[in-house]
């Protein structure tokens, strides 16, 4: 008898249980579509941002001319476009305005602006006068190592630098301090007792 009614009662036991664990799922469930739907809100507040921040672009308005109005995404997002579309110096200045910043935005930018300075160096370096192709790549090679202090896990600034030493290699130490004249060295006529030093 008491087996009996241990059965009955963990027979009724069970179906609250699997209504449970059902409103459990349910809501788990019904948690994951709200924060998708939050994050799809989001997404859609950035991109309308973007679309109005490149309008102003376009029309040359004031908050095109004082980008620090609109938010850094934004201006990011602005400069990537610039850059795809083929306006290379108006991205670099947008990404440059951004690298100041120590976010990860900010080391974003500082990259993009290496890439884009790199890609311009072999883009002169192919050109009639090669040598502009040298103050690119020590101002890409400077981006890439402050980047590098920054974060020293940055594989892609790590590449980057690599392809920067490849076209601009750093000089040698050797080749860079001034030779120190010989201890005993003659000295020049100008500077001799008895000698003249005008015109013969």
Request: glycine share 6%.
């Given at each position: 008898m008491r087996a009996?009614?241990?059965?009955?009662?963990?027979?009724?036991?069970?179906?609250?249980?699997?209504?449970?664990?059902?409103w459990a799922l349910l809501a788990a469930v019904l948690a994951?579509?709200?924060?998708?739907?939050?994050?799809?809100?989001?997404?859609?507040?950035?991109?309308?941002?973007?679309?109005?921040?490149?309008?102003?672009?376009?029309?040359?308005?004031?908050?095109?001319?004082?980008?620090?109005?609109?938010?850094?995404?934004?201006?990011f997002a602005i400069a990537a476009e610039l850059a795809a579309s083929g306006n290379g110096d108006a991205a670099l200045d947008g990404w440059r305005a951004l690298q100041s910043e120590n976010t990860p935005l900010g080391q974003a930018a500082r990259f993009n602006a290496a890439s884009a300075l790199l890609r311009e160096a072999e883009r002169l370096r192919g050109g009639p006068q090669p040598g502009q192709a040298i103050a690119l790549v020590e101002l890409?090679?400077?981006?890439?190592?402050?980047?590098?202090?920054?974060?020293?896990?940055?594989?892609?600034?790590?590449?980057?630098?690599?392809?920067?030493?490849r076209l601009q290699p750093d000089p040698d130490e050797g080749e860079t301090a001034p030779a120190a004249a010989p201890r005993d060295a003659e000295r020049a006529a100008t500077t001799m007792r008895g000698v003249s030093q005008g015109l013969p």
């Open positions: 009996a009614r241990s059965l009955g009662l963990s027979g009724l036991g069970r179906p609250k249980v699997r209504w449970r664990l059902l994951a579509l709200a924060w998708d739907a939050a994050a799809l809100w989001r997404a859609q507040r950035w991109n309308e941002a973007i679309r109005q921040g490149r309008a102003q672009v376009q029309a040359g308005e004031q908050a095109a001319r004082s980008p620090e109005t609109l938010p850094p995404e934004v201006r890409a090679k400077e981006n890439l190592r402050e980047l590098l202090r920054r974060d020293p896990q940055h594989w892609a600034a790590r590449y980057n630098l690599e392809r920067a030493q």
